[in-house]
């Protein structure tokens, strides 16, 4: 069993900042990559920012410049440092982690349930 667990949502007025964290547990041999998506109220989820297992990082446009994504591979946990936000940032934000639970297995992706992030003054 794996499971995928979000926190550090919250009410955040604009221009402040937000840390999420994203936890991967249980039975797991390999992360390739873990990612933050988020989904707005009316709106298809999109990627907000992604991290491989060598460290490789991608952002959404919109994010550039305001938004980190770190990793702990040693924890197998994930963090969105999110500064600047802007009340266009509010949304669910999901976490997912691309992960083998064997080795050899095969991989497949894994979703938290979601941590609310809302700004407005």
């Known amino acids: 069993q794996v499971q995928v667990v979000e926190s550090g949502g919250g009410l955040v007025q604009p221009g402040r900042s937000l840390t999420l964290s994203c936890k991967a547990s249980?039975?797991?041999?390999?992360?390739?990559?873990m990612a933050w998506y988020r989904q707005a109220a009316g709106k298809e989820r999109e990627l907000v920012a992604i991290?491989?297992?060598?460290?490789?990082?991608r952002y959404e446009e919109s994010v550039k410049g305001r938004f980190t994504i770190t990793s702990d591979d040693v924890q197998k946990t994930v963090y969105l440092r999110m500064n600047d936000l802007k009340p266009e940032d509010t949304a669910v934000y999901y976490c997912?982690?691309?992960?083998?639970?064997?080795?050899?297995?095969?991989?497949?992706?894994?979703w938290g349930q979601g941590t609310q992030v809302t700004v407005s003054s």
């Open positions: 991290i491989a297992s060598g460290g490789t990082t």
């Open positions: 997912n982690a691309d992960l083998n639970m064997y080795a050899g297995g095969r991989y497949s992706l894994y």
């Open positions: 249980g039975t797991i041999n390999r992360i390739n990559a």
